[in-house]
């Protein structure tokens, strides 16, 4: 599986934003994921679609204001982020697994295919 991540640049505080990530191989079947990783600390979860759920999962930093989608046909997941903080400035990763369980999906660890990430900046 090879991702690439795209969508990212600098917006207000308050504004809004559309990251986007196009996959190849195997993508209906896989758990997707965003993360992220601001200056100086390290990457945490944002929001995930198991393959096996209906239902996607978000942070508690994120959860109102981020919305994870995905569309199998085009082997495509977006993450529109909405009100934005200059504490959401980060590399935004996507990341995928074939494997992961629904009680893992938040762990770095669950993914072994990773995109090259995306840069969001938010001015205050």
């Known amino acids: 599986v090879q991702l690439q991540a795209s969508g990212g640049g600098l917006v207000q505080t308050g504004g809004s934003l559309r990251v986007s990530c196009a996959a190849s191989g195997t993508f209906s079947t896989d758990t997707m994921a965003w993360f992220r990783q601001a200056p100086g600390k390290e990457r945490e979860f944002v929001a995930a679609?198991?393959?096996?759920?209906?239902?996607?999962s978000y942070s508690d930093s994120v959860k109102g204001r981020f919305t994870i989608s995905r569309d199998n046909a085009r082997k495509m997941m977006s993450l529109q982020v909405n009100n934005l903080k200059p504490e959401d400035t980060a590399v935004y990763y996507c990341a995928a697994s074939c494997t992961a369980i629904l009680s893992a999906v938040r762990f770095i660890n669950s993914y072994p295919y990773w995109g090259q990430g995306t840069l969001v900046t938010v001015s205050s």
């Open positions: 679609f198991h393959r096996n759920s209906g239902r996607p």
